[in-house]
């Protein structure tokens, strides 16, 4: 996790916009929430533990991302 100890929330949500590349069975979840047809607001937060780690979190507004239903 080191080499992500300096990521903005701007790094993450350009990362996962990468995962478009995925391949069968592969994570896509983040790409397919961004990219979400109903989705107009994502809010992120960043926060460094003590021990170094980062945890990156969204939030999607409206909620979608649902299983079994296309993104667009």
């Known amino acids: 996790l080191e080499q992500y100890s300096d990521w903005t929330p701007t790094d993450a949500?350009?990362?996962?916009?990468?995962?478009?590349?995925?391949?069968s069975g592969q994570?896509?979840?983040?790409?397919?929430h961004i990219v979400w047809k109903s989705t107009r607001r994502i809010g992120?937060?960043?926060?460094?533990?003590?021990?170094?780690?980062?945890?990156?979190?969204c939030n999607y507004d409206p909620v979608g991302n649902y299983v079994g239903e296309r993104p667009y």
């Open 27 to 32: 994570m896509c979840g983040h790409y397919t």
């Open 13 to 23: 949500v350009k990362a996962w916009a990468d995962e478009e590349k995925c391949v």
């Open 44 to 57: 992120c937060a960043r926060v460094v533990c003590d021990d170094g780690d980062v945890f990156m979190t």
